[in-house]
């Protein structure tokens, strides 16, 4: 995998086709903060952010055409997942959630039951991701965990773990599942949702992300610099922090030596201990 794309604030995307050694900035039709992108292929792609924006590229991220787009409901979308060039789902704040079949030509706004906490109230919704067996997962405020069998047909609540906010879900090549979040708190479930099991590590800064590459290594990001890596599927995580204390927002793998974190002062090209490399 040779190209890159990250998108920021005043609906910057940066576009890298040397494997994030150089950035061209794309022309997008929004200044509204864009909060996460994704490909369902090589030339089709989403992003979307604040003001309830989403924009579209069919050219790998070269251009982009706005599908979405209302202010008015003050209602942030946080990610965005495609099954193929037709199927998605954006979700964002107070338990946004809308579905496309089209591509994004059309985006209907669906009311989940699930949705209506009487405890907690409409949660915030940071992330989907898709699991084993075709299986849908959501994430987001106050602990809500959630998973659908049918492609959001229908949605199930999973155990709290905890009622902290998670800000995402790393589903692991054995099909396990990692949920981070506030002040370092990371949960794993083997049992695709059932149950979970707290994984204590020695930090209290938020995690935000999280990444597996190839080898089995996993890489987790968050706020102040924090960086954790495991290689036995998350049971456990090494912990290193960068002394220039950057919150993080991503990561992902480059190669098996070395990978790209975004977050505060742009991209970092650094190695598996997170940090710059020269």
Known sequence: MNTFVTVGERGHILVSKDKGHSWKQAKVPTRSMLTAVFFANSTHG?????????????????????????????????DVWFKDAQFGIAVGAYGLFMITKDGGKQWQEQDYEILENPEFGRAHLYCIVEGPD????????????????????????????????????????QGNLIA???????????????TWEKIPVDVTSNINSGFQREDGTIFLSGMTGIFLRSQD???????????????????ISIDNQSLLLVGEGGIHHVNSDGMNIK
């Open 134 to 173: 075709h299986k849908l997962f959501l994430c987001g405020e106050s602990g809500f965990l959630a998973r659908s069998n049918d492609y959001s047909e229908t949605w199930e609540a999973l155990e709290r773990p905890y009622i902290g906010t998670f800000f995402n879900l790393l589903v692991t090549q």
């Open 233 to 251: 599927e998350g049971k456990q995580f090494q912990i290193f922090k960068r002394p220039d204390r950057i919150g993080i927002s991503s990561v």
């Open 46 to 78: 989403w992003a979307v952010g604040h003001d309830a924006v989403i924009v579209h590229t069919q050219d790998g991220g070269e251009s982009w055409t706005r599908q979405f787009f209302a202010p008015e409901k003050e209602q942030p979308f946080f």
């Open 180 to 194: 981070m979040g506030l002040r370092g708190n990371i949960y794993r479930s083997v049992d695709q949702g059932g």
